[in-house]
Structures are given as structure tokens and as C-alpha cells.
């Protein structure tokens, strides 16, 4: 299989061939990478974008008609793919921003005021270290309000996994609001 040009290994893949999609996953992956490393530098964040675009080709290895080369196709998703990531990391900026600012028209106490802002910094910060899709997903449901469907829907992702990634990532914050402060926890 590996001696086969991508046009060979395409074909083969729409006849659901998974050596070829494995030929092609390790024939593109460090190029793409590389490439994904100049523009973001979340490690974590470049593979899961590198799985999202692999994801999308298997699924969609029946309909897929490439215009140009297969490389083309890949570094065009990876680009359409980085210009979401910064997209997405622009929107919760703007809404830790926006949360600010409304935050400092509520007069509270200096002692507040500072326990509010450490508690802020805390839960950007786990928001922040979580992998890409679980960001995403989070963002959504939190700041956009969206529903599991919603957001599967937007996606591409099963509701289920919807919701696993935002009880993983709520979980995340609480074990790290438990840790940092030490809240008792019912069990």
C-alpha cells in the first residue's frame, strides 16, 4: 500500500480500504503538523485538530471529490481549521472581557473583588488547558448557551459525546476549584 500514489490510496478508501487510510493518515500527518505548529503552538490542540481533520475524511471518504492533489485538500481543512481555533479562542476572550466589565459595575468589597477575580483566573485558566474539542464544546454550552444538539449538530459530534466532554470538562473545574480551595464535596 505505501508504494500507492494518494489518487491509488483515495480509491482505495472509498472502498472503506482502512490500510489506506492508515497509509494516508502517516503519509500527511507530519507535514501537516509542521505546518499546524508554525500557526498554533497547543501541542495538545494541533492533534486534536490533526484527528478532526482525519475524522471528517474517513467519514466523508465516499463523497470527497478532490479538485487538486490530496495534500491541497488536507492543508486547505488544516488552514479552514486553525481559522475556527482562533475563532473560537477570540470569542471566549471577548466574553472573559464582556464578563469583566460587567462584573466591575457590581460594587463589591476589596476582599470580593479579589477572591472573585482569583476564582476568574482559575476557571479561564482549566478552560484554557482543556483539549481544543472539549473547549469548543464547553464555550458553547456555557457562553453561547447552547443545547447538546445544538451543538452536536455544529460539530459533527454525537450528542452523547456532547455531553461527556461537558461533564469532563466541568468536572475538570470543579477538581480544580476542590484543590485549589479545598470546598468539601458531597459524595
Known sequence: MEHLSDKALMQALQENREDAFRVLYERHWDMLYSRAFR???ATDDIA???????IYLWKNRHTIQLQSTLSNYLLTALDYKIIDYYRAKAVRINYYRQFLETASD???GVTETIQFRELETLIAGEVT????????????????GMSAAAIATHLSMSEQTVRNQI???LRRIRERL???YSFSRKK
Open 167 to 169: 461533564s469532563i470538562a
Open 106 to 108: 457590581i460594587h463589591f
Open 39 to 41: 500557526k498554533i503552538s
Open 178 to 180: 476542590a484543590n485549589t
Open 48 to 54: 486534536d485538530i490533526l484527528q478532526e481533520i482525519f
Open 129 to 144: 488547558a482543556m483539549p481544543s474539542r472539549m473547549q469548543q464544546v464547553f464555550v458553547l454550552s456555557r457562553d453561547k
